[in-house]
């Protein structure tokens, strides 16, 4: 508990930190004693008016609003941005009192009040701020606009330990000799970032803490964490937990540093849970100030500025728009009985028709739900391109379930990297894969794509297989929404950690139905696949399509012998590899048959990309593709394909 002592102003020439934004508020708390709170705020000296939407930033422990100065710095005008030092802490007064949760929740409920803070709102919450501003935000569900949550937690996981270093800190002898006496806890803040803060920003989070009177609540924040069911807080942090159910058409943002020491993934995942309608930012190396180490801020202002306009009149949130079945489903591809007509070829080994296909995909859909895969449930794949990928894909997305695709050219470290991050429910791959899952200790119930058998189900952990999956026959629910999460896709980590993004089925429905109309791709074109993302292409456009005999897990394999005899297989009409494949292909070319050199004669569009793809390439390319339009698409995992230019065209330019 503190000392009693009143609030001041921060000391002029702190980092970043502009003295005009600096503001003292009294309000009255709930016991009838004035408080004065030390406030930064955008509208110190402008017309609240201005302002179309007030940005309520709340700090949690042991920082304080100085956390938010990038933020104050760089908000547009008609933005109103308010960060306030709890009471206790920064440079608001020290009361002398033990301020609960609860108390907390009430005191920024009074604070905002006084503040005039009455329309629009999004809160902006970092650590313990996370709960104190949910607790805020159900109380003023009229006003609230946006919830952007940074590396928090409302709930421990079933299971699962509190952080180490919040046990050791919270524990009787560490407690106050950590906190209170020392600013041990305060500089540990700054060692669990990605790198440690310069020195004058150090000694900015440092101002406000400089003696131990100064510091007895960061020992009251940490004591007040209820790891235990009879704490005096445990009953306001469930509710706060339970209330997030009452967000679901509330926009939400999730910012977070993936190397934060205290709140790990575990509980990015558990707010994932709760706010499945949110929108995530994982920063892979930062820490537990992702402010600090990323340009997560800029984030929020981008986000922000995204969000639909306050309607006039009543601040009551717009209800969201709920999208009903997509006009053009991920699913068109198979929407055929045909049995006449190639869906997928393997080479040396099965094919299948269209018709068989969409048989196998209702039957596997069928299959996920009686095994207990719910919509929204996201579904690792971890399959090598042919007819056991595609009936997976499409499958989870008949019963509205997320894929998570990790290339597995990430590598052991890289591909357990992505499975932290991407958390998946359940994982759908090869026994070599479940037997990796085990090993590393993957998230997720397994399936296994071929039969096991018993003691390969007991050793591999498989809740079944694609052809127990199969045999189900039950009624399927409505297609997807095109609003609902169908994809998460890790980066190649070629430019930096890997990260997931995430795709609705409206993006990658109307990035294949950018791709067919550009290329003017129809039922008659036969595809072969030697770029393993493209493999899945072929099905959703809803044309023939084969893997050529390579590894695709390593371009260069691929070598004009095997891609002639794929094209062969299928009477390919388009190619699709990488500039690695290509430049093997023409190596290889001198070993091709007269048979082999007329398939490709038959070949009317190649398409290369994935890397930078020279220009002797494609000349080479068109070379050895006699009748075919040499074609060069460029994109990223982030967006996907967003620009084309041919052969001709490069040679104009």
């Known amino acids: 508990m503190s000392r009693p002592a009143a609030a001041t102003l921060p000391p002029p020439g702190l980092e970043g930190l502009d003295p005009a934004w600096s503001r003292l508020t009294a309000t009255t708390d709930a016991t009838g004693v004035e408080r004065t709170w030390h406030v930064l705020d955008t509208h110190v000296e402008r017309p609240v008016s201005d302002a179309r939407l007030t940005l309520l930033c709340v700090h949690g422990n042991p920082s304080w609003s100085y956390l938010f100065r990038r933020l104050l710095a760089t908000a547009p005008a008609d933005l109103r941005v308010v960060g306030a030092d709890h009471l206790d802490m920064g440079f608001s007064e020290r009361t002398g009192t033990t301020r609960r949760l609860a108390t907390r929740v009430d005191d920024l409920g009074r604070l905002t009040d006084e503040l005039g803070i009455d329309g629009p709102v999004v809160t902006v919450a970092h650590d313990w701020g996370g709960p104190i501003s949910i607790g805020w935000a159900l109380a003023h569900r009229s006003q609230l606009r946006g919830v952007v949550l940074m ?7 079933a299971g699962s330990p509190a952080p180490t270093v919040i046990r050791m800190v919270r524990s009787r002898p560490l407690l106050h000799p950590v906190t209170t006496s020392t600013t041990a806890f305060i500089r540990g803040a700054f060692e669990l970032s990605d790198r440690r803060p310069d020195a004058e920003v150090r000694a900015g989070f440092l101002a406000p803490y400089r003696t131990a009177a100064r510091r007895a609540a960061i020992a009251d924040f940490v ?21 997030l159910i009452d967000l679901a058409d509330i926009p939400a943002l999730l910012l977070w540093g993936a190397a934060d020491r205290v709140f790990s993934d575990l509980y990015l995942h558990d707010l994932e849970h709760r706010l499945r309608h949110a929108d995530v930012h994982r920063y892979p190396s930062a820490g537990h100030f992702v402010t600090e180490d990323t340009d997560a801020l800029v984030a929020v202002l981008d986000w922000v500025a995204d969000l639909p306009r306050p309607s006039p009149g009543p601040h009551a949130p717009e209800a969201p728009v709920m999208t009903d079945v997509a006009e053009s489903t991920l699913l068109d591809g198979i929407g055929s009985d045909d049995t006449a007509r190639l869906a997928i070829a393997e080479m040396g080994g099965p094919s299948i028709d269209l018709g068989t296909l969409a048989d196998r995909v209702d039957q596997t859909a069928a299959g ?23 009936v997976s ?17 990430l590598g052991r470290a890289g591909m357990s990297a992505a499975m932290k991050a991407a958390a998946p429910d359940h994982l759908i791959g090869i026994p070599k894969a479940l037997a990796a899952a085990r090993a590393l200790r993957w998230p997720g119930r ?40 169908a994809a998460v896709v890790f980066t190649s980590g070629s430019t930096g950690p890997s990260k997931g993004v995430i795709y609705d089925h409206a993006a990658l429905a109307a990035q294949r139905d950018a791709i067919a109309e550009l290329y003017g791709i129809t039922d008659d074109d036969r595809l072969v696949a030697a770029f393993a993302p493209f493999a899945l292409y072929g099905p959703m456009l809803g044309i023939t399509s084969v893997v050529p005999d390579m590894d695709v897990t390593r371009p260069g394999t691929l070598t004009a012998q095997a891609l002639g005899d794929a094209i062969a297989r299928v009477d390919a009409t388009l190619v699709f590899a990488s500039p690695a494949a290509l430049a093997n292909v023409v190596r ?59 052969l001709p065209e490069i040679e104009a330019a």
Do not use: K
């Not at 590396?151 to 996981?157: D, E, K, L, R």
């Not at 397994?446 to 127990?468: H, K, N, Q």
């Open 151 to 157: 590396n928090t937690a409302v709930h421990q996981p």
């Open 223 to 243: 004591a007040d964490i209820p790891l235990e069911p009879d704490h005096p807080s445990a009953t306001t942090i469930d509710a706060i937990a339970a209330g």
């Open 368 to 390: 996920l739900i009686e095994s207990g895969v719910q919509r929204g449930e996201r579904v690792a794949l971890m399959i090598p391109p042919g007819i056991d990928l595609a």
């Open 393 to 409: 894909l499409l499958a989870c997305w008949r019963v509205s379930a997320v894929v998570v695709l990790v290339d597995a050219g």
């Open 446 to 485: 397994r399936f296994a794509t071929g039969e096991l058998g018993r003691i390969g189900r007991a050793v591999l952990r498989s809740s079944g297989d694609l052809a127990s999956l199969g045999a189900i026959r039950r009624p399927l629910p409505p297609l997807a929404r095109s609003t609902d999460l």
């Open 588 to 646: 290889t070319a001198g070993e091709l048959t007269a048979a082999q050199r007329r398939s490709f004669a038959a070949v009317r569009l190649v398409l290369s990309a994935g890397a930078p793809v020279g220009v002797p390439l494609l000349r080479a390319t068109a070379e050895l593709f006699a009748n075919a339009s040499v074609c060069t698409p460029y994109g990223m995992t982030e967006c996907l394909p967003v620009a084309s230019t041919s």
